[in-house]
């Protein structure tokens, strides 16, 4: 079964990095777009950052804008979220995703999802 699976995530302290992983079991999730999402305790799905088939083109959100960076190795078929300055705000489940085409900042661009991997920042 094709899946995506995030490793990496765990509890740090503030001002601290992680760097977060995913892997695409097929070749056919890791053809396009991909993007991170994060969702704290009691809040909806946020959209972290995102990157273009050749990670040539990133785009982020505003509050990671700075401090975290996305890449990707195509032919590990492999996502990266490099964090750092991590703040306490940045406590979440994240999680990988993939475009079928295109791609964009919102979850209807995105097709295929992982499991998610906790980050937790304390102070």
Same mark, same amino acid.
């Given at each position: 079964?094709? *899946?995506? %699976? ?6 740090? *302290? ?14 056919? #999730? ?17 959209? %972290? ?10 785009? =982020?959100?505003?509050? %990671? ?7 990707? +190795?195509?032919?590990?078929?492999? @996502?990266? @979220?490099?964090?750092?300055? #991590?703040?306490?705000? +940045?406590?979440?489940?994240? =999680? ?12 209807? +661009? ?7 991997? *906790? ?5």
């Amino acid at each position: 079964q094709a *899946q995506l %699976v995030e490793s990496g995530g765990g509890l740090v *302290q503030a001002g601290g990095s992680l760097r977060l992983s995913c892997v695409a079991s097929e070749r056919t #999730l890791f053809s396009n777009a991909m993007a991170w999402f994060r969702q704290a305790p009691g809040k909806e799905r946020d959209f %972290v950052a995102a990157i273009g088939w050749t990670g040539s083109s990133t785009v =982020y959100s505003e509050s %990671v804008k700075g401090r975290f960076t996305i890449s990707r +190795d195509n032919a590990k078929n492999t @996502l990266y @979220l490099q964090m750092n300055s #991590l703040k306490l705000e +940045d406590t979440a489940i994240y =999680y990988c995703a993939s475009a079928v085409a295109g791609w964009g900042t919102t979850e209807s +661009d995105y097709h295929y999802w992982g499991q998610g991997t *906790q980050v937790t920042v304390s102070s």
